[in-house]
């Protein structure tokens, strides 16, 4: 399934998106395996303090190691190129369909925001602008929708890339089946893609969400409206926002403390108590790895995302011990573990346990009630 706000692809420019896909594949699957062997080569062993950054760093001299994390980072910015080409093609037709998208929901844009120092110039996962913090038009938030959906390939929903709301929705159904929601808030929305899901599965309930980035913003609001969700965009930051303490009875996040600052993520914990009414729940769901359940190699990865796919927090927010940031936060009977995908119509069948099912087929989530 798709959505009319999607940038459509030519016959060569999907051939060039699924051509750099594959190239990345090959790397990560033939490639990585060789790097792996030499970091193992290189362990100096349990007894060290920074076993993983003392490996990462010994591999800034193995040739081998150079080459392929630069073809890696070379990937990443063709795929954004090949994808910016084919927006950017349509980017008027864009801007016109958002401009006939159906009146549901609204959009509320802040002539003076302040944008969070560590998305200030920071392009996340390479992508070209980054959130489009003062772009016109719908481009940018379009650029980030279609490549998402090429850089998933399906795995988190197909082209409506919105496995990771659903896995919120599901977690919600299966450990506080009694919630009744009259008011959702997403924080860090992204183009919208993780709240449509909430909007859907709570018809009744009235449903915000915020980010940075004015573009992203208005491709949301357009592409939620076209897929019949009426849900309110607003430019706001997540870790301090403009809502009234007791506004909500879920607050939720999807992915996006890797992308944000060790800071952050806990004022964003303690933003989503503030804003919860008595007996509501926050919801924060992350990447399913536990950075300490690693193995040596994974750890690396993690430095290399943080590097060079500009993910500053990567690190931090696999590492966070979120059932104490949690508690401090303030609230009560906090949950931490991982939610299984929703993989088909069934919600009922993603069930939440302790151990992760790898990557697209779980998400880490912790939750708690105010």
């Not at 998305?119 to 980054?130: K, Q, R």
């Not at 995302?305 to 936060?329: I, Q, V």
């Amino acid at each position: 399934m798709s959505h009319p706000m999607l940038a459509n692809a030519s016959h060569d420019e999907t051939a060039e998106q699924l051509f750099v896909r594959d190239l990345q594949t090959w790397l990560y699957t033939e490639v990585e395996p060789h790097e792996r062997k030499i970091a193992e080569e290189l362990d100096p062993g349990l007894g060290h303090n920074d076993r993983a950054e003392a490996v990462y760093e010994a591999l800034h001299k193995e040739p081998a190691f150079i080459g392929w994390s630069g073809m890696r980072r070379a990937t990443q910015e063709l795929l954004w190129d090949s994808v910016w080409t084919c927006v950017d093609r349509q980017a008027e037709g864009l801007d016109a369909l958002a401009s006939e998208a159906p009146e549901l929901g609204s959009l509320t844009l802040a002539e003076d925001f302040a944008v969070p120092d560590y998305l200030e110039d920071a392009h996340v996962h390479l992508m070209p602008g980054g959130y489009g913090l003062d772009a016109e038009g719908v481009r940018q938030g379009a650029l980030m929708d279609r490549g998402g959906a090429v850089y998933m390939l399906g795995r988190n929903g197909g082209f409506l890339n919105d496995g990771r709301g659903k896995a919120v929705a599901a977690h919600l159904a299966c450990c506080y089946p009694d919630l009744a929601p009259e008011r959702i808030l997403e924080l860090g929305c992204g183009v919208g893609s993780s709240v449509v899901p909430l909007a859907q599965a709570y018809p009744e309930a009235e449903t915000y969400a915020v980010d940075v980035g004015a573009s992203v913003l208005r491709y949301a609001h357009a592409r939620a409206a076209h897929l019949g969700a009426a849900v309110h965009f607003v430019q706001d930051d997540a870790e301090s926002t403009r809502f009234e303490d007791e506004s909500f009875d879920v607050v939720f996040t999807a992915a996006v403390m890797h992308e944000t600052s060790p800071e952050a993520i806990g004022r964003i914990l303690t933003e989503s108590h503030r804003l919860l009414r008595k007996g509501g729940v926050a919801v924060h769901l992350e990447v399913p790895v536990r950075y300490e359940r690693l193995d040596l190699w994974s750890q690396v990865i993690a430095g290399i995302e943080r590097d060079y796919n500009n993910e500053p927090a990567w690190k931090d927010a696999t590492s966070a011990d979120y059932e104490a940031l949690m508690n401090a936060a303030g609230f009560e009977a906090v949950k931490v573990g991982f939610q299984d995908a929703v993989l088909g119509p069934d919600m009922s069948a993603s069930k939440f346990g302790d151990e992760s099912k790898g990557v697209f087929l779980s998400w880490f989530v912790t939750s708690g009630r105010k």
